[in-house]
C-alpha cells in the first residue's frame, strides 16, 4: 500500500509539471471564464437561468472534450514507459507491478479530475459571491457525473496503453475509441432505424452501452426528467429505468466499464512481455 500512494504521488508531480495538464488545466478554466464573459449566469434561455445554465452549458462541453484529453493523455503511460526503458528500471526496485500500476491510476484520476471539478467549484463561489443562486442538487450531480465519466476513459486508456506496443499505436487506437463513440450518438443510431427497421429497443440499448450517450443523456434528464428532446427513445428508458433509476444506471455503468477495463489492462500489463 505504501508503493502504492508514493506511485500515485510520483506521477501526480509529473504530471503536474507535464505541458499537458496546462493546457488541460487551461481549458476547462477557460471554458467557465469565457461562459462568465459571455454573461451566461445572468441570462435566461429555455427556462434554464443563472448558474444552472452555465452547468448545462459547461458539462456538454466537457461530454466532447473530456474523453479525448483523458485517453490521449493515459495512453502514453504505459507505452510511454515501456518505450523509455522504465520497466529495466522497475523491476530493479521493491515495487511490485500491481502497486506501480494501480498507484499509476490513482496518480492519473487525481490529476485529470482535479481540474474540471475545480473549474465547477470556481463557478459556484463565483455565483455565490454574485449572490446568484446555486443549484446544489445539479452542482452535486454533476460532480459525481464527471468523477464517474472520468474513471470510464481512465480505464479504457489503461487498458490500450496495456495493449499497445508503442506510444503512436496508442494514441491511434485512442482517437479510434473516440471516434466509434462519436459515431454512435443518437442521430446515427437514428439513420440505422430508419435504413435498416431496426427495434426502437435494441437501436435504444446500443446507445446505452455507450458511455458518452449516457453522460449526455443522464446531463439532459437533470432538466427534462421526461426527456421530451429524445422524442420515442425517452418512453423506452423511461420504461425501462424509470428517472431516478437511469439517474443511477449513469453513475455505476461508466464506472463499472472503466473498472473493468482497469482489471483487464493491470491483467495483460501483468502477463505481458514488460521490457
Same mark, same amino acid.
Given at each position: 500500500m505504501k508503493h502504492l500512494w508514493l506511485t500515485a504521488r510520483l506521477d501526480i508531480v509529473?504530471?503536474?509539471?507535464?505541458?499537458?495538464?496546462?493546457?488541460?488545466?487551461?481549458?476547462?478554466?477557460?471554458?467557465?471564464?469565457?461562459?462568465?464573459?459571455?454573461g451566461l449566469?445572468?441570462?435566461?434561455?429555455?427556462?434554464?437561468?443563472?448558474?444552472?445554465r452555465l452547468l448545462v452549458t459547461y458539462i456538454q462541453l /466537457?461530454?466532447?472534450?473530456?474523453?479525448?484529453?483523458?485517453?490521449? /493523455?493515459?495512453?502514453?503511460?504505459?507505452a510511454g514507459d515501456r518505450e523509455a526503458g522504465v520497466f529495466e @528500471?522497475?523491476?530493479?526496485?521493491?515495487?511490485?507491478?500491481?502497486?506501480?500500476?494501480?498507484?499509476?491510476?490513482?496518480?492519473? @484520476?487525481?490529476v485529470i479530475f482535479a481540474p474540471v471539478f475545480v473549474a465547477m467549484l470556481g463557478a459556484v463561489l463565483w455565483a455565490l459571491a454574485?449572490?446568484?443562486?446555486?443549484p446544489w442538487e445539479i452542482f452535486?450531480?454533476?460532480?459525481?457525473?464527471?468523477?464517474?465519466?472520468?474513471?470510464?476513459?481512465?480505464?479504457?486508456?489503461?487498458?490500450?496503453?496495456?495493449?499497445?506496443?508503442?506510444? $503512436?499505436?496508442a494514441q491511434g487506437a485512442a482517437f479510434l475509441v473516440w471516434l466509434v463513440l462519436l459515431m454512435f450518438l443518437d442521430l446515427i443510431l437514428l439513420g440505422v432505424m430508419i435504413q435498416g427497421k431496426v427495434a426502437p429497443e435494441v437501436a435504444v440499448g446500443i446507445a446505452l452501452a455507450n458511455p458518452l450517450q449516457v453522460f449526455r443523456t443522464a446531463a439532459l434528464a437533470l432538466f427534462d426528467p421526461q426527456l421530451i428532446v429524445l422524442g420515442p427513445?425517452? @418512453?423506452?428508458?423511461? $420504461?425501462?429505468?424509470?428517472?431516478a433509476g437511469f439517474r443511477l444506471y449513469a453513475l455505476a455503468y461508466p464506472a463499472v466499464i472503466g473498472l473493468l477495463c482497469a482489471v483487464a489492462g493491470y491483467v495483460v500489463?501483468?502477463?505481458? $512481455?514488460?521490457?
Open positions: 509529473e504530471s503536474l509539471r507535464a505541458r499537458w495538464f496546462q493546457i488541460y488545466t487551461l481549458v476547462f478554466g477557460g471554458i467557465v471564464a469565457l461562459l462568465f464573459l459571455f449566469t445572468e441570462s435566461r434561455v429555455l427556462g434554464f437561468v443563472g448558474l444552472s /466537457t461530454m466532447a472534450i473530456l474523453p479525448i484529453f483523458v485517453l490521449v /493523455t493515459t495512453v502514453r503511460s504505459v @528500471y522497475l523491476l530493479s526496485l521493491p515495487v511490485s507491478l500491481g502497486a506501480w500500476f494501480w498507484g499509476k491510476i490513482l496518480g492519473r @484520476y487525481v454574485r449572490q446568484i443562486e446555486v452535486t450531480y454533476y460532480t459525481a457525473l464527471l468523477a464517474s465519466m472520468c474513471a470510464c476513459f481512465l480505464g479504457i486508456g489503461m487498458l490500450i496503453s496495456s495493449l499497445a506496443r508503442g506510444t $503512436d499505436m427513445s425517452a @418512453y423506452v428508458i423511461l $420504461d425501462t429505468f424509470g428517472a500489463f501483468k502477463r505481458g $512481455d514488460l521490457p
